[in-house]
């Protein structure tokens, strides 16, 4: 089974930026959407962002559309998650997820490999 690795978390301010990453360990990344999730303490796990297998259509949860953008580099098996604007309540654990199929779906259901994410904390 395809390995992921998240990184680029990190303790940020209110207004800052960050970039996570995340590395697939084979080229099965190219043939399949991936999607970002989160999860806050207490919280379940929610949609952030997706990708479809190619990159051309993506998908975003209504509370970062306009501050995040998802993006792959099939080259690298590497998925990516620019994030502008940050807020407190953005403060979660950062997942990356390999869905079943060419598209993305926004239930936890619909992918079969997860990274074990990344920490993104927000400071107000």
């Known amino acids: 089974q395809v390995q992921l690795v998240e990184s680029g978390g990190g303790l940020v301010q209110a207004g800052d930026s960050l970039r996570l990453s995340c590395v697939a360990s084979?080229?099965?990344?190219?043939?399949?959407?991936m999607a970002w999730f989160r999860q806050a303490p207490g919280k379940e796990r929610e949609f952030v962002a997706g990708?479809?297998?190619?990159?051309?259509?993506?998908n975003y949860a209504d509370f970062v559309k306009g501050r995040f953008a998802i993006s792959r580099l099939n080259a690298k098996n590497t998925l990516y998650l620019q994030m502008n604007s940050l807020k407190p309540e953005d403060t979660a654990i950062y997942y990356c997820?390999?869905?079943?199929?060419?598209?993305?779906?926004?239930?936890?259901?619909?992918?079969?490999?997860w990274g074990k994410g990344t920490q993104v904390t927000v400071s107000s």
């Open positions: 997820a390999m869905a079943r199929t060419q598209s993305y779906y926004e239930t936890p259901a619909d992918y079969g490999s």
């Open positions: 084979d080229s099965t990344f190219g043939h399949y959407a």
């Open positions: 990708i479809s297998w190619g990159g051309a259509s993506t």
